[in-house]
């Protein structure tokens, strides 16, 4: 039996730090050692977003090229691995069909053997999933609240205004264009008519006039 680790931070500044990395690795060497195994080969994953499927990091495609029957793959927390329930469920089925055991070492051990492990594995899954569209949408509140207060939240600054000292300022040029958008549109204008007329594309066309109307 060959024993693969996967460790994984989200940002280049933690990769390069090393920190979070190191711990994980020395946890699943110490799990590794307790159950009298030895650790093969580690998969670091430095500055990749945990919402990227596993098959679609460079070295979680690795991870899964490298295992095979009667390997054990260990990874520290669920949310180090998965972030998404379906690609968590969509693996580990993968993982047991071909004889490859996962372990959590949060939820206590193999999740691909034990029918406890694995329901519990399902609800985690779910939840981190839950978790992360939630962050997003607080984010995209306080975004959408610092934009009605004029207050510049980062990221582009959306057509329509300029950035100034930190605040959103209206351009009375992009306004007035904005304007003369709403107007085609609602005289029944497509948006690829409305963006020949302006020199743009029809779906920049769709988000700047969607972002007002979620704005009003």
């Known amino acids: 039996m060959r024993v693969f680790g996967y460790v994984r931070v989200s940002t280049i500044e933690q990769a390069s730090n090393g920190e979070s990395l190191e711990t994980q690795k020395a946890k699943i060497t ?7 195994w030895t650790v093969d080969e580690v998969f670091v994953e430095g500055g990749v977003s945990g919402s990227v499927p596993l098959a679609d990091r460079p070295q979680g495609q690795r991870l899964l090229a490298a295992a095979g029957k009667g390997d054990m793959i260990i990874t520290c927390k669920l949310d180090r691995m998965f972030r998404s329930a379906s690609d968590a469920l969509g ?7 071909q004889g490859t055991g996962l372990v959590m070492i949060d939820l206590g051990g193999d999740v691909t053997g034990n029918g406890i492990s694995k329901l519990v594995f399902t609800i985690l899954s779910a939840v981190a999933e839950n978790e992360r569209d939630r962050i997003r949408e607080r984010i ?8 009605s207060q004029g207050v510049y939240g980062g990221g582009r600054v959306p057509f329509g205004f300029d950035e100034i000292d930190g605040r959103l300022v209206e351009n009375p040029e992009q306004q007035k264009a904005l304007a003369e958008m709403r107007s085609m549109r609602a005289g029944g204008n497509s948006f690829r008519k409305i963006g020949d007329a302006f020199g743009l594309k029809a779906m920049s066309v769709k988000r700047m006039l969607d972002r007002q109307r979620k704005d009003v």
């Open 91 to 97: 693996t580990l089925e993968e993982l047991k069909a």
């Open 140 to 147: 995209r509140e306080v975004k959408r609240h610092l934009a």
């Open 30 to 36: 110490g799990y590794a050692m307790m159950q009298g």
